[in-house]
């Protein structure tokens, strides 16, 4: 039996005119630094727009804890947020959370 996967959740804020160029960023630069990380299984952006604000969630997937530790570090609460990223987000969290994938695939299929 293989272990259940490791779901990462970030949450942001970003204006409407805003929230394209983040998911440029995500799939342009977000998506390609993931595949080089061992262990990373899938990532996901959602997006609810409420008039003029809009908010981004980000969920990744991981084999383990040390799969995401190859990704953000030691602290594997702390969000990694490029500077580009930080610049057209008017709000975000500063810590992730994490949650064992208890129900369902490990991860969703990826588009091509």
Known sequence: ????????RWCARVTAAGADAYEEHFRSAVLPQLAGVEGWLGAQLLRHDDGDEVELV?????????????FAGPDLERAVVAPEARRVLTG?????????VAVGP?????PS
Not at 106 to 110: E, G, K
């Open 106 to 110: 490990a991860v969703p299929s990826q």
């Open 58 to 70: 980000a969920l990744t997937y991981f084999e383990s804890l040390d799969a995401i530790r190859r």
């Open 92 to 100: 975000f969290d500063e810590r992730v959370r994490h949650y064992r």
């Open 1 to 8: 039996m293989t272990a259940p996967a490791v779901a990462r």
